[in-house]
């Protein structure tokens, strides 16, 4: 068989969603404004940039003969995959997303999507979290996705109500003590 009938690959390709959130059951995807903003920018920068220049690159490796030991002909094949791989994956999050703008609940003491929450755990110490989607959270900023177990344990809570956040050492009792939401119009 020829060599130009055969797949090239470095088995990176076969699991393509490994390592990304899973979306819960029922497939919703809610993410905020901003976060659909940012996917969306990033799509179109793989598209409009990125991709053509590695193309470009790829072309240009290939002209110049042997591909076997070519190392910019096999690192630009390879980065072409992964720029692909991420567009597939963007296209399908951005196209089942659900925007939710938190700024309808702006002056609600109710925790929903989207509210930065202060509360208290058992050991006085207070934590301050915003309720993100799934592809936007960043713990590092203090973003949580909506199916974090401390989420899903704050969700529809009030502000002075305690709920319980089952962890790995055991069930603890968090105290809601702050819930805002970004008013309308400012910026995220």
Same mark, same amino acid.
């Given at each position: ?81 992964? &720029?692909?791989?991420?567009? !597939?994956? *963007?296209? /399908?999050?951005? @196209?089942?997303?659900? =925007?939710?703008?938190? +700024? ?42 909506? &199916?974090?177990?401390?989420? !899903?344990? *704050?969700? /529809?809570?009030? @502000?002075?109500?305690? =709920?319980?956040?089952? +962890? ?21």
């Amino acid at each position: 068989m020829s060599k130009a009938f055969t797949r090239e690959t470095d088995g990176d390709d076969e699991d393509e969603d490994a390592g990304l959130p899973p979306l819960p059951a029922g497939g919703r995807n809610y993410i905020t404004p901003q976060g659909y903003a940012r996917l969306r920018a990033e799509l179109l920068q793989l598209i409009d940039d990125e991709r053509p220049k590695v193309v470009e690159v790829v072309h240009w490796a290939a002209s110049n003969g042997d591909r076997s030991e070519n190392g910019d002909y096999l690192y630009g094949k390879k980065r072409l995959r992964e &720029i692909d791989r991420r567009i !597939r994956f *963007l296209t /399908k999050r951005l @196209e089942i997303a659900e =925007v939710a703008d938190p +700024t309808l609940h702006h002056g609600s003491t109710q925790v929903f999507f989207g509210a930065t929450v202060t509360y208290a755990e058992p050991s006085g110490e207070e934590r301050s979290i915003t309720i993100v989607g799934i592809d936007e959270a960043d713990s590092l900023r203090g973003q949580v996705s909506w &199916i974090s177990p401390v989420a !899903r344990a *704050l969700l /529809k809570a009030h @502000e002075g109500d305690t =709920v319980k956040l089952v +962890t790995p050492a055991g069930v603890q009792e968090i105290e809601v003590l702050e819930v805002r939401y970004p008013a309308p119009g400012a910026p995220a």
